[in-house]
């Protein structure tokens, strides 16, 4: 296939809650919740809703209680990673197969695809009609000349549409909207944006970068005035991803307020992170610890250590970043992350990177 080269950010339209409809059809149309065990009176976050749901105001990352009372009559169901990891598969697997992509998966619902193509709206109906007949699942394709554009065009395609953002119609089509609305940048950013007299993209575009490095620093100051403009790279790495580090985390029911709870706790997550290390077959160099205290604060721990597999000196590092919790504040969360040594040809910057919490 020949032609203009464009990036294209595919987006499954309200992944987890569609999964669920597809094994439960009597759903359809139903406000859906997906969140922790599918017990709203539980401690837990809503992981997806249905767009029937978030009619209602129902979000992603809110409690689920909250969720519940919002939409009394939704169908709260527990989360199935297992059921998403399979379906995610069947949609990458039909994106790889369109002609001449280059696939770079993001995450379970979502991707971005390097394509050369004289008709980018074609191939992206194409692509779609592609995942829906192998999945039965929607998916919104963003098209753009540069990732972050592409990515930020989705939202305009959503549910089930194809948009194009270039650099064409950038400015047109954002630069009156809030920065908070720009891949990358959140409401804390934003507000601090706002201090320095930027509010609209437009504002954040037409922002000398100079002037920004005092506010967020030498690199990210630039960044940003780069996520203004919707510029940036245009290049979809198709290299295999390969995981930092592994994470698990807990909320408690009812907050751990004894330092044996404490102990056991630590000892449970690190032998859940520690299985999923193990098959990765590398040695683990550091460690973070969440802590999120009652009501809702959260601090973190984290060291490198010695490169290790042995698991009694790796548990051993994780106690002592425990005796650094605060004492007689009740806890509501714990959370372990243990860093891995990357293989050689991603330690020469051949592999993409993702974050962990």
Not at 78 to 100: C, H, I, N
Request: proline letters at 7%; hydrophobic letters at 45%.
């Amino acid at each position: 296939m020949s032609g203009i080269p464009w990036v294209l950010h595919v987006d499954l339209d309200q992944f987890l809650a569609a999964v669920e409809v597809l094994r439960r059809p009597e759903l359809a149309g139903k406000p859906v919740i997906v969140g922790g065990r599918g017990d709203p009176t539980e401690r837990a976050v809503v992981s997806t809703a249905s767009y029937e749901a978030r009619a209602f105001g129902v979000r992603s990352g809110m409690p689920l209680r909250i969720a519940a009372r919002k939409v009394p009559d939704a169908v709260i169901l527990p989360v199935d990673r297992e059921a998403y990891l399979e379906a995610s598969d069947a949609v990458m697997a039909a994106v790889r197969a369109q002609p001449g992509a280059v696939v770079q998966v993001l995450g379970w619902d979502e991707a971005f695809v390097g394509v050369e193509s004289e008709a980018p709206e074609a191939y992206a109906r194409a692509l779609q009609a592609a995942v829906l007949e192998r999945t039965r699942l929607h998916c919104s394709v963003g098209i753009g000349d540069t990732l972050v554009r592409a990515k930020v065009a989705t939202g305009f395609g959503k549910p089930a549409g194809v948009y194009r953002l270039t650099a064409a119609n950038w400015l047109e089509v954002m630069g009156a909207r809030p920065t908070k609305d720009l891949w990358g940048v959140g409401a804390k950013v934003s507000g601090r944006l706002a201090k320095l007299g930027i509010i609209t993209v437009a504002q954040l575009a037409a922002a000398d970068p100079e002037d920004l490095v005092p506010e967020f620093g030498p690199r990210m100051g630039p960044w940003y005035a780069q996520l203004g403009r919707g510029d940036g790279s245009s290049v979809v790495d198709s290299t295999p991803w390969v995981a930092r580090g592994h994470s698990r985390e807990t909320t408690f029911q009812r907050d751990l307020t004894e330092p044996a709870q404490v102990d056991e706790a630590v000892r449970e997550l690190m032998a859940r992170v520690l299985q999923d290390v193990a098959k990765e077959g590398r040695p683990v160099v550091g460690l973070t610890l969440k802590v999120r205290y009652a009501p809702f604060t959260t601090k973190t721990h984290a060291r490198k250590i010695p490169e290790t597999s042995d698991r009694d000196e790796i548990l051993a590092r994780a106690l002592e970043l425990a005796a650094e919790i605060e004492p007689a504040r009740p806890i509501r969360l714990l959370g372990l992350r243990a860093e891995m040594a990357m293989p050689e040809d991603a330690r020469e910057g051949h592999t993409p990177t993702r974050s962990g919490w």
